[in-house]
């Protein structure tokens, strides 16, 4: 009687180190194409390597690679998070706007984390309670966060934040800027959530199959919501982060940062079908994607250009994807 549940578990084993090691092949190929990069632009762009230019793609890179974590989770739960950029533009101006009517830099930045996160949850709730499809739900919480946070800031730019907190930005730990190291820690706890925690598996589980996720007793509701939280949640983080280094609030703050987290993510091996992806791979699709574009810019190659470029990266990651799933 135990031969049927031993034979099973060993299935199951043998596919989860054939998915790790699929997993490691492709990080190891973006690794080298990353390596490839620094090698032609060291040569072709001499200032490339220089520190105040690595310092400039680490400051770049960290706010969009916090966001494109944070989508990573919900592309593998096989949905899709249209709001991330409204909810950096909405942290960016609502902590500038708490900050600069006399609230303590800790409780604001803590008030924001709360007001995105809960937007997060609205999303979920549409989703999951409200039977609205991932791209429409969010979709309409893109058009609605931005028009709020054109309200709340009367579309006009907020100056005048305290000056430790814009500092912030500018601090350089073992010469690297103090914005990598917000980066890293959400790198850390990311990479523990998705393969440490019941969460974590339970957002393969609904990516790989909604249904058999349901029957097997998880609990898609609070998943899903969980998901679009942490969604929102990394979306604040960068939020704040961005007041920081531009020293204001903007209310176009994060328009196109939904593309660029989607592109990290789907660059970095994660499947628009879901169950499938993984946080160090969005970490290098994001810096392959920032060292294209700034490599672009020292060589003086059109925007549109590298804009086509980043295009066709993100057709031929899903291309391959696509390809690799039916030879399975």
């Known amino acids: 009687m135990s031969a049927p549940s031993s034979n099973s578990g060993s299935r199951a084993t043998l596919m989860g180190t054939l998915k790790f090691l699929h997993a490691g092949f492709a990080e190891g190929i973006l690794i080298l194409i990353l390596l490839v990069f620094f090698v032609v632009l060291a040569f072709a762009a001499p200032s490339f390597l220089t520190l105040n230019n690595l310092s400039n793609l680490v400051r770049q890179v960290s706010i969009i690679g916090v966001v494109a974590i944070g989508m990573t989770i919900v592309i593998i739960s096989a949905g899709i998070d249209l709001s991330v950029g409204s909810v950096v533009g909405f942290s960016n101006v609502l902590v500038a706007i708490l900050m600069t009517h006399g609230m303590p830099i800790i409780p604001s930045i803590l008030i924001t984390l709360a007001a995105g996160s809960a937007l ?147 660059v970095g091996g994660a499947s628009l079908m879901g169950g499938e992806g993984t946080i160090l791979g969005t970490v290098l699709g994001a810096l392959i994607i920032a060292t294209l574009r700034n490599g672009g810019n020292l060589l003086g190659i059109n925007p549109f250009i590298l804009q086509i470029a980043i295009g066709m990266l993100i057709v031929v990651a899903v291309l391959i994807d696509q390809l690799t799933k039916r030879n399975r």
């Open 120 to 266: 997060g949850v609205f999303s979920g709730v549409l989703i999951h309670d409200g039977r609205v499809p991932p791209f429409i739900a969010t979709l309409g919480m893109m058009t609605a966060v931005r028009g709020l946070l054109m309200l709340i800031s009367d579309a006009r730019m907020i100056a005048g934040l305290p000056r430790p907190f814009l500092n912030f930005a500018q601090i350089n730990i073992l010469w690297m800027p103090s914005l990598f190291f917000v980066w890293l820690v959400v790198i850390v706890l990311s990479i523990v959530i998705t393969t440490l925690t019941r969460f974590g598996r339970n957002v393969f589980a609904i990516g790989s199959n909604a249904e058999a996720a349901r029957l097997s007793g998880i609990n898609i509701r609070f998943t899903l919501y969980g998901v679009y939280a942490f969604a929102a949640l990394a979306s604040s983080v960068a939020g704040i982060l961005y007041t920081s280094r531009l020293a204001n609030g903007i209310p176009t703050a994060g328009e196109g940062y939904e593309l660029d987290a989607i592109a990290a993510a789907v």
